[in-house]
């Protein structure tokens, strides 16, 4: 079962920040939070992923909060183009290459 | 670059029948995990495959295998045909080593008629 828990449905307005929540209480301390996300009908795809420290590349912003049992995807500027499911995952950074998804968070981003 | 590929993109089989589907891992890429995704639900793990073997798997049952050629490159076959096996399936690789991320291609739709 996925150790993540997001909500099902947000929007935002074209040009806002979107703010995705991730619930992961029970994360160990060898677990990294993985974020991908996908538009319809296509495949997966990575966005971003940390371990305890705030991160950031050329898609999003990765907060991860001090206690480590939740963390928040930030998209700075959200596109039409950004609708799309938002998967959180939790994933140990050992041989096991297996990722769980769970149900995800849909964004529809409005113009 | 190429990205993961797979093919066919989409394809219809009868109840009984058996499919191979294709996959090509991103350049540089040594480890090739399939996954099942059902409409409306999130992907699911069926099985990995490394230096030509398969070293992990999920719950699927022995009517999915598969295959890893010496160029990485995949193969995952199901047999014996369910209407229920109808979804998207998804090739993602990596480099094996703890902590390299993992791509997908963009899946092959199968519908089981």
């Known amino acids: 079962d996925a150790k993540t828990t997001q909500p099902t449905s947000m929007d935002c307005a074209e040009g806002r920040a979107a703010n995705l929540p991730c619930n992961h209480s029970?994360?160990?301390?060898?677990?990294?939070v993985y974020w991908y996300r996908q538009i319809h009908s296509q495949g997966p795809q990575y966005i971003i992923h940390g371990l305890k420290n705030n991160e950031t590349n050329e898609m999003a912003s990765l907060i991860i909060t001090e206690d480590r049992k939740s963390s928040t995807l930030i998209l700075p500027h959200a596109t039409l183009r950004d609708t799309a499911v938002y998967y959180c995952i939790v994933r140990v950074m050992d041989s096991s290459y297996k990722l769980i998804f769970g149900s995800g968070t849909r964004l529809l981003v409005r113009p | 670059d190429a990205g993961v590929t797979q093919s066919p993109t989409h394809l219809i089989k009868t109840r009984g029948q058996q499919v191979t589907l294709r996959c090509s891992p991103k350049s540089g890429h040594d480890t090739v995990s399939w996954y099942q995704q059902a409409l409306g639900q999130g992907p699911q793990f069926i099985f990995q495959y490394y230096e030509e073997e398969e070293r992990q798997r999920g719950n699927f049952p022995d009517r999915f295998s598969g295959h890893q050629f010496p160029n990485y490159s995949s193969e995952l076959n199901v047999n014996a045909l369910l209407l229920g096996d109808s979804a998207l399936y998804l090739c993602?690789?990596?480099?094996?080593?703890?902590?390299?991320?993992?791509?997908f291609g963009e899946g092959s739709w199968l519908t089981v008629v």
């Open positions: 029970t994360i160990s301390g060898n677990e990294y």
């Open positions: 993602a690789s990596s480099l094996t080593g703890p902590g390299n991320t993992i791509y």
